[in-house]
């Protein structure tokens, strides 16, 4: 079992509409939770972190996390073209600090 | 402005020989860590170090090398053992346990000519 997996994609939305990523992860215990945006041919960028169950809100952009059901997912609303990428889920592994990345979900807006 | 430097941000390679990814970090953070990207694909973990003069094997470890001389420099050499070399070369860093998440450089661009 990996120990992040993400929805497969690609995933298509018509601009002004909700696009909804989700991300298992395995570690019980995972404290720390990110999401990152990639632009094609660029490095990852930092766009949310959650730490307490529940939602996080930032701008178009809210993390809903559920630790008894190990999952996190990002919502993106009022989807602009500007928006398409491709969305990196993160966890915090306890046991030896490192991120474990899942393999990424590709978001396309369309006008 | 704190960040991460990574250079070159392209660099060929001919069959047979070594280069030498640098990638620098003015952030105080103590861990750093190289991913390897394919085309497509998610980030790989080739090498980590969470305090100077130590580091470990990632998942991809064979043919490459690295050194953590100075808490700001982790740089990789691409050896000519690693036999399929050509990918997107990404240096991160963090604090030591990572729960602020890693900042990443730019990104080296790696091709065998």
């Known amino acids: 079992q990996k120990e992040v997996e993400q929805n497969s994609g690609p995933l298509s939305v018509p601009e002004g509409a909700i696009a909804s990523l989700n991300c298992t992860y395995s570690d019980r215990v995972s404290q720390s939770f990110f999401w990152y945006r990639q632009y094609s041919g660029k490095s990852p960028e930092l766009i949310m972190s959650?730490?307490?169950?529940g939602d996080k809100e930032d701008g178009r952009f809210t993390a809903q996390l559920n630790k008894a059901s190990q999952y996190v997912s990002l919502l993106i609303r009022d989807s602009q073209p500007s928006d398409s990428a491709t969305y990196l889920c993160?966890?915090?592994?306890?046991?030896?600090?490192?991120?474990?990345f899942g393999a990424g979900t590709t978001v396309t807006v369309r006008a | 402005d704190g960040g991460i430097t990574q250079s070159p941000k392209y660099l060929f390679r001919k069959e047979g020989q070594n280069v030498t990814l640098s990638c620098e970090q003015n952030l105080n953070h103590d861990a750093m860590y190289w991913y390897r990207q394919d085309p497509g694909q998610g980030l790989r973990l080739i090498y980590y170090s969470q305090i100077v003069n130590d580091f470990q094997k990632g998942d991809i470890a064979e043919g490459y090398s690295v050194s953590r001389e100075k808490k700001e420099s982790f740089p990789l050499t691409v050896t000519s053992a690693q036999k399929n070399p050509t990918a997107f070369y990404l240096c991160?860093?963090?604090?030591?346990?990572?729960?602020?998440?890693?900042?990443f450089g730019s990104g080296t661009r790696l091709t065998v000519v």
């Open positions: 993160a966890v915090n592994i306890r046991t030896d600090y490192k991120l474990s």
């Open positions: 991160a860093s963090s604090i030591r346990q990572g729960t602020d998440g890693y900042t």
């Open positions: 959650i730490y307490s169950n």
